[in-house]
């Protein structure tokens, strides 16, 4: 017999219109938006509620059942574009339209979707973002682990009640993918590789047959129209629990590449560095252009294992040097410069921060660095006050 699943907490990522006024009248709002607003990172559906608001008003094509959005509106607010009233979506993916157009048509088809990549490649970035276009909640989330065990997937049990009152639905502690089935949601599975293969294949039965069975109670919950998943996983980690063949049919995989470009690198970094910066309250600095595409050169010319222009060939560190690591350099960067700085992001801000993110084996990677200071960042046209800044944190 099907059941619905009740949820079991408030959630915050159901509420569209939370956020949206985050800077006004603090003291009529209820407490979910409230905590929504202060929240140090907030939910997708919450950062972008006005957006997401925007772009369900004005989309008039048809939604695929329980979508809060049509497949084309929900690209849009992944790419970014205007409205016909003139609203602005900021793109919060910067890659080719392609890419994002067949993860969203196979949300809308009966396959699940799994975003692989590289690490830092916005896998995460990109499933939290269509599940809150998509279902208007991205918090359906189950982060694999090593240690994720098969009731992370299912379900689990209060044991308190199960224990007084014996297997019930009172007692039965639904999974963030069950509640999904149940609502017609999108549930989001983050690295799945890491979960053990005899955990992962829980999901053959839920992505084929839609059902997720309760033996215990003689019952099953059923997929309801607009459940869907989205999984990732990470390149790197392929081999440590490869998906069986069973389950990688029920997927649709979508590769999402490194930046195509140092200028479409420098468009993410700057772009996410001034999200974060707004968010942590560090002053905008539209000054460190210059210094974001110094970090991002240096990045994509150790990672591509030659300069850019061609002409010298440079060891790899055994660091990924991904845009993530970039941006997270550069936020530091800006952090120094505005409490120990004079605000402007400066070389000396951001010469440690590379240092540590090219130096990850002390030994092998110092090498590797120090040749490329010597060989290419001393000869560089206007690197002097870099070449020395990092020479003064690598002594
Ligand atoms: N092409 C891109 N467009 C927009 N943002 C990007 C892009 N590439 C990377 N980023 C940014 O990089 C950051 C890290 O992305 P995310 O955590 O989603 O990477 P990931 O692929 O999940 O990495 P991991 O494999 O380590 O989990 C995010 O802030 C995201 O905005
Ligand atoms: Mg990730």
Redesign the pocket.
Known sequence: MPVSVEPTTVEQGHDQSAGANAHTDAGARPPVEQAAATALRPHAENAFAAELTALAAQDDRPRPARWKLSPWAVATYLLGGTLPDGTVITP????PRRIVEVAVTTLATDRALLLL?V???????VSEHLAAAVSGDSTLLVQGTAGTPEEAIRYGWNYARLLAHGPSRDALVPSPVMRAMAEGMTARVEELTRIPADVQDTLITILSEKTLPIPELGEEVQAVRGFNLIA?A?DRDRGVNDLSSALRRRFNTVV?PL?ESADAEVD?VSR?VDQIGRSLDLPAVPDGIAEIRRVVTVFRELRDGVTADGRTKLKSPSGTLS??EA?SVVTNGLALAAHFGDGVLRPGDVAAGILGAVVRDPAADRVIWQEYLEAVVRERDGWKDFYRACREVSA
């Open positions: 919060k993916y910067v890659g990549g690490p830092g490649t916005a896998k995460t970035w990732t990470n999402l930046p993410i996410r845009t993530a941006i």
